[in-house]
């Protein structure tokens, strides 16, 4: 079977930046689309974003051990339910990365956030530390699905908080409160599971992004365009708006899988032998069971036969491997004897997402914003110095005719479309300007 079932399955699109004020990207990510429809059903989509902390090298080296671990122990523990596969891959890396940062004295204190997010047929899962976000576009409304582990949420959100704390005019934004490596007792947030639908656009994000751009202006992005524009329209925002930290964006969006007779056999084959692995504490239960009928059967012939001694050993050997055999089943966990058949309608709910809604309706205020954006542009790209610098000669013909393209749909209220061509410019622009600026070539 060839892979067209991958593409009619999910559209994603990924993107890291170094942004505008520093030397070097701290952020790492990770997109692991499944291989088979059967990986798909049974493992998921896997997409994850890191944002490294620490002095030289150490922060790159801990979000990209984030990425690497992650990646490889959740694909491995296929004897664990995706949420708990998920969180103990988190703990794992977390666990490898605090190793490496006290057994070497150049990685000392480093630090990252994570977020996992894993996609299956009809729903996902999110596993996150630290202030690093993901967030879903639906229906024109846009939702923060992870809780930032920052000084700031925990004493604004958080019920529990000091008082005293609440009275502190200004907290830190950049101060967090989990992460990978430093701190003690890490606890994972787990979220899911929660249902998708063909439409559905995720996105995971660094606070580079975050940090620059609004939740709303986030999911008009996403509402408004396909993965691969979505994620560089959102780079360039940042960028233009200071760049003051590395952007690193992962965007996904899921899409009707195709009706055809062969994917819905192969998914539903892929289920059959997924559900058919005999876990052991199934074997337990089939074995205590019929120890007990044995146990049962040599009783009543016990009552009817005047020769009892056979009949009695045969009891008590049934009672003493029924007590064995109920014993191994209970210690194994009553949860593996479902292993494979995952379902969020035999799940609890984990976690307590989404944190924040918004409109993700396309606006006249943004057109203006982003309007205003390709202004200063044109404005650089008009000082003949400017343009030297940046080394291009622009398309002006093409400029001119997005930028009426931009006018007239406002005009019509068409925002969406004002946007869109809006953005042709920006990413133009900035396409342009990456391409022929020696030190922004090099960022990652």
Known sequence: MDDNWRNESIAFSARTDVGMRRSNNQDHYCVEPAS???????????????????????????SELATKVVSQSYLKRTNENPPEALKNAILE???????QGESDLSFENMGTTCDALVLFPDRGYIGHVGDSRVYRVRDRVVEQMTFDHSLVWEVKYNPSAHSALRQVAHIPKNVITRSLGPTENL????????????????????????????????????????????????VNLA?????????????ARVKSVSKSEEIDQEIKKSTKVYEKRPPLSAVALGAAITACVLWALAGVLLLIREDAQWFMAVKIGAAV?????????????RASIFRGAFSDQNEQKLGKGPYIRASAAPTREFHDNIDAVC?????????????AKIGFKPD???IDEARK??????????????????????????????KNSPQRKNGR
């Not at 393209?405 to 300007?433: G, L």
């Open 239 to 251: 960028n233009l708006r200071g760049g003051p930290d590395n952007v690193t964006v992962v965007v």
């Open 375 to 387: 202004d200063e542009l044109c404005l650089v790209l008009k000082n003949d110095e400017e343009s």
């Open 36 to 62: 088979t429809l059967r990986l798909w059903n049974a493992r998921g989509h896997l997409f994850i974003v890191a944002d490294g902390m620490g002095a030289h090298a150490a922060g790159e080296r801990a």
């Open 93 to 99: 890396a977390h666990s490898v990365i605090k190793k």
């Open 396 to 398: 002006w013909k093409g």
């Open 405 to 434: 393209q931009a006018k007239s749909a406002a005009a019509s209220e068409d925002y969406a479309t004002s946007i869109r061509a809006n953005f042709s410019v920006v990413n133009y622009v900035m396409r342009e300007y990456k």
């Open 187 to 234: 606890v994972v947030d787990v979220e899911g599971p929660f249902k998708t639908k063909p439409g559905d656009a995720f996105l995971l994000c660094s606070d580079g992004l975050s940090g620059q751009v609004s939740d709303t202006e986030i999911g008009q992005v996403l509402e408004i365009f396909q993965p691969e524009d979505a994620t560089e329209s959102l």
């Open 321 to 333: 491997a029924a007590a064995i055999s109920t014993t191994v089943f209970f210690v194994l966990g």
